[in-house]
């Protein structure tokens, strides 16, 4: 084993949270080593957001030339055929180009980014098995950035048909007919942009309602733009087990009180994500777990001094941008600074058709009916809204206020393209704006944030 002598900063794990701390730390002249078993960018970057917003991205105008069937004359000459090969490829370019950038961030700032699979051995040292070696590092500090990985369902184990993300985002060959199991936003994303490319798709659902962390008015667009692409959704759902066979897998199930089967050829399981805590030393550090997940305080440490923990191994929400927001909390403490994660909003966006963001307090959220004002206007009614598709347009945009000083509380829209408006939103709630604020401000048309403009209007 070679040693690597002491660093300032040690960080495990190089998604978006763990290369945005290296970077941070190694410019304000901290020695810092960046530890990563497989590509810089974490799973947000290879294995989730970007690969399937790439693959949402091509299958909405794949799915939009069919919709401009009725504008042409004699229709579409042809069906489009979708192969699926080809659209990887292009998806496996753009995390190509994103992790080359990465890596030459890393190095621009100085970082010296670690190959391998690191294993906390106590509070500040680390072995580093990697393909030229074992490596050890003594750290100053030590930063648990591990990520998350799909939760997987007993009932349903993975492998072969049963596929996560993971593996849906890097197939081959689309398949005949995809079983989604859990209608939450990477389901009904994945799910959508499958049925878009041509393949049959069946999603279930545990609970009562899709998307169950929104309210029923924000969900009620994308299940009617579920029924428009004739994608079968079916709700209170109970697995009982899955037998595999000739490359088929058949879910038995309870719908509503009747047992029956569901086959397909290819099973994904979204039933969501939990904390990487296992295989990389955690049991060596003595730090404090709660609800599965590593406990924290408001400065991003843990229950052990100069041991800090960012990004999904903390705990919900699950997100890149708050990893991200983390990690420059940590950095600013380790350049000597005084720091404190305390945001006022993080933006939670479901990149389903339409699209749907929502920052800050729902209206149940919010308190007392009697005490909040709510303002919904329709993108029915938005210029800009009317020119993206050929077809209806279904969403709204909401401000929910307290009625006693005017503060905004929340923003939430359904829509097409809503998540462009994300950041107007949280720049307004961590500003403290109030509906004037809004009422008075210039938007420019035509654009969807009329709409937010307009909603601030109709408050006052």
């Known amino acids: 084993m070679s040693e690597a002598g002491d660093v300032d900063v040690l960080v495990l794990g190089g998604g978006p949270g763990g290369y945005a701390l290296a970077a941070r730390s190694a410019q304000a002249g901290l020695k810092t080593a960046l530890v990563e078993a497989a590509r810089l960018g974490g799973v947000c970057l290879t294995q989730g957001c970007i690969p399937s917003k790439a693959l949402i991205e091509l299958s909405g105008k794949i799915a939009g030339t069919r919709e401009l069937a009725p504008f042409l004359a004699g229709g579409i000459p042809a069906e489009p055929q979708v192969e699926l090969g080809r659209v990887m490829a292009w998806k496996d370019g753009i995390v190509d180009r994103l992790n080359t950038g990465v890596v030459k961030a890393m190095a621009r700032a100085g970082v010296e980014v670690v190959q391998g699979w690191?294993?906390?051995?106590?509070?500040?040292?680390?072995?580093?098995?990697?393909?030229?070696?074992?490596?050890?590092?003594?750290?100053?500090?030590v930063v648990l950035a591990t990520g998350s990985e799909a939760a997987a369902l007993a009932a349903v184990p993975f492998g072969g048909p049963v596929i996560s993300s993971t593996e849906a985002l890097g197939l081959a060959a689309l398949p005949q007919h995809l079983v989604v199991i859990g209608a939450g936003y990477i389901g009904l994303e994945l799910g959508m942009a499958f049925r878009k490319l041509g393949a049959r798709v069946t999603v279930l659902e545990a609970a009562s309602q899709i998307l169950p962390q929104f309210d029923a008015a924000l969900v009620a667009p994308v299940r009617r733009r579920l029924q428009q692409l004739d994608i079968a959704v079916h709700t209170g759902i109970a697995i009982d087990g899955v037998e595999v066979a000739d490359g088929q897998a058949t879910l038995s199930i309870v719908d509503n009180g009747t047992a029956r089967t569901v086959a397909a050829d290819k099973m994904l399981v979204t039933v969501g994500r939990r904390p990487r805590l296992a295989g990389w030393g955690r049991e060596n550090l003595g730090i404090g777990v709660k609800d599965g997940a590593i406990r924290i305080d408001e400065r991003c440490m843990t229950t052990v001094e100069r041991i800090w923990a960012i990004g999904d191994v903390t705990g919900g929400p699950m997100l890149a941008h708050r990893a991200t927001a983390q990690a420059h909390?940590?950095?600013?403490?380790?350049?000597?600074?005084?720091?404190?994660?305390?945001?006022?909003?993080?933006?939670?966006?479901?990149?389903?058709?339409?699209?749907?963001?929502?920052v800050g307090a729902l209206p149940q959220q919010a308190g007392d009916r009697a005490a909040i004002a709510v303002a919904q206007l329709s993108f029915a009614g938005n210029g800009r809204a009317l020119t993206l598709a050929p077809g209806e347009v279904d969403g709204f945009l909401r401000i929910v206020a307290r009625r006693a000083d005017r503060r905004i509380l929340g923003?939430?829209?359904?829509?097409?393209?809503?998540?462009?408006?994300?950041?107007?939103?949280?720049?307004?709630?961590?500003?403290?704006?109030?509906?004037?604020?809004?009422?008075?401000?210039?938007?420019?048309h035509p654009t969807l944030g009329e709409l937010l403009h307009e909603a601030a209007h109709s408050l006052h």
């Open 118 to 141: 690191g294993t906390m051995q106590d509070a500040r040292t680390c072995i580093v098995r990697g393909a030229g070696g074992d490596r050890s590092f003594r750290a100053r500090h």
């Open 329 to 358: 909390v940590v950095a600013d403490q380790l350049a000597g600074k005084v720091a404190r994660f305390d945001p006022v909003a993080i933006p939670s966006i479901c990149f389903t058709d339409p699209e749907i963001v929502s």
């Open 411 to 444: 923003i939430q829209a359904v829509g097409p393209h809503v998540s462009e408006l994300s950041g107007e939103f949280v720049a307004l709630l961590e500003m403290g704006a109030v509906v004037e604020d809004v009422r008075d401000m210039i938007h420019a």
